[in-house]
């Protein structure tokens, strides 16, 4: 069940425009520039044949201007499905096997992905839901709306945006919360909390009463995701002393099962920038996650076993200075302010990780990158979302998303919409299509 959109604040359909006037249309970067000019021809009629592509919008990987197709028979388009991903992966394979090695840059499948603003929930605040920024948004599958902020409590809401509950309070007794980092869902619809000053997680029933809690050996820093077998995997993201291990999963018992990865020096501000980087897992278990100044997704098993790394970094992104970071590393032992202080604003130039969420029914992943943008000569920070089909390939790119990613489902992307003065906030909701 989604949320009441027929009692939401109405929004005319249509592809989204741009705050600076630049439509969003999405396509994979056709890395095609260093290839022969004699084969350029044919491999593009290969790749439109197999991938049954009528829009023509495509987006040059040196090049930031996205072109708008002007195609009307983007309907007719055959939509996105993961068979058609695996043919088109077999087909690319067969064509490039007989090409020079250049021909490896060209990608095996490309999409153009539309977001249309289709309702706006609107959460109706009482004098026991007072809102503020949230630090996790989750719907679950009757359609309530989970508003989670550092500080408890969760605030519930029906799909009508009215407020029907709360979970947890402020303290360290049983059943209370003090700092929330991480709020997850069961199958059984019971509720899991990571509760990051005293690590420690609490488990609350389907009806919002608690059920019992657990310490963990966490470092404060952590970032949690529950996997399907209700363990928890905790990304440690906060660099101290070396390379920690990336990766460490308890069962419900917490009791540490395994440990694994390491973090990359990217990481070694994550903390002082939180929130930053993600982890998300799909049906299978698998994990993926990434780091603050890392444009790469690590993928491993349940265990934490390393399975592949989805390398491709965007044309637009604005990569770290490792060589100064290994400086200021130098620099900094013992702890100096200073450096801090230059670290920072290196970080804050560059482009960094905002969030990872997978789509577990269509296997998606989708990374939040968020980038410095001078267009109007004033320093904003721009969304991108990178879209990616579990198996590792590049599926698209969302330019100037609408604002950081709350929630995503199988057909949905909400954004939150915090109004200034005492006006509710509301979830905008597009639907968004993978063609």
């Known amino acids: 069940m989604r949320p009441n959109m027929n009692t939401c604040r109405s929004a005319a359909s249509g592809t989204l425009s741009l705050t600076r006037q630049r439509p969003i249309v999405l396509s994979c970067r ?15 009629i290969l790749i439109i044949s197999g991938c049954n592509q009528t829009d023509t919008s495509i987006r040059d990987n040196d090049d930031y201007q996205t072109e708008t197709s002007t195609n009307d028979n983007s309907a007719s388009v055959t939509p996105y499905t993961a068979d058609t991903l695996a043919k088109d992966r077999t087909d690319n394979q067969t064509e490039t ?5 250049d021909s490896a840059s ?6 153009t992905i539309t977001l249309n603003e289709v309702g706006e929930i609107e959460l109706f605040m009482t004098d026991e839901a007072i809102l503020s920024l949230p630090h996790t948004v989750h719907i679950d599958s009757r359609g309530n709306i989970f508003w989670a902020e550092s500080r408890p409590p969760i605030y519930v809401f029906n799909s009508d945006g009215v407020f029907i509950g709360s979970i947890g309070a402020y303290g360290a007794g049983p059943g209370e919360l003090r700092d929330i980092e991480t709020f997850n869902i069961d199958s059984g619809g019971n509720f899991h909390v990571f509760d990051a000053s005293i690590s420690r997680i609490s488990r609350f029933s389907s009806d919002f009463s608690f059920v019992r809690s657990y310490s963990i050996a966490a470092d404060r820093s952590s970032r949690a995701i529950l996997n399907n077998q209700d363990h928890f995997v905790m990304l440690r993201e906060a660099w101290y002393n070396g390379l920690k291990p990336a990766l460490v999963i308890y069962d419900q018992n917490g009791k540490m099962i395994s440990s694994s990865g390491e973090m990359p020096i990217s990481a070694k501000v994550q903390n002082s920038l939180s929130p930053g980087g993600g982890i998300a897992v799909d049906t299978e278990d698998n994990i993926y996650y990434s780091y603050i100044s890392d444009h790469r997704i690590w993928k491993t098993d349940s265990k934490g076993d390393l399975i592949d790394v989805f390398d491709s970094e965007p044309s637009y992104y604005i990569a770290p200075d490792e ?5 200021l590393e130098k620099r900094d032992s013992p702890p ?26 269509r296997d998606l992943i989708f990374q939040e990158i968020m980038t410095p943008d001078y267009d109007n000569g004033e320093r904003e920070l721009r969304v991108d979302l990178e879209v990616w089909h579990s198996s590792g390939f590049k599926i698209g790119t969302v330019i100037s998303s609408p604002g950081n990613v709350s929630f995503i489902d199988e057909s949905h992307i909400y954004y939150v919409n915090l109004p200034s ?15």
Do not use: M
């Open 97 to 101: 096997s007989t090409n020079d090695d």
């Open 106 to 111: 060209v990608p095996p499948y490309s999409a």
């Open 421 to 435: 003065g005492d006006e509710n906030p509301s979830l905008v909701v597009y639907t968004y299509d993978i063609l």
């Open 323 to 327: 060589g100064l970071l290994n400086q």
């Open 336 to 361: 100096n302010p200073e450096v801090l202080t230059e670290r920072l604003r290196h970080f804050y130039s560059i482009s960094r990780i905002a969030g990872i969420h997978a789509v577990k029914e």
């Open 30 to 44: 056709w890395l095609i520039d260093s290839i022969h000019s004699s084969i350029i021809g044919c491999l593009v």
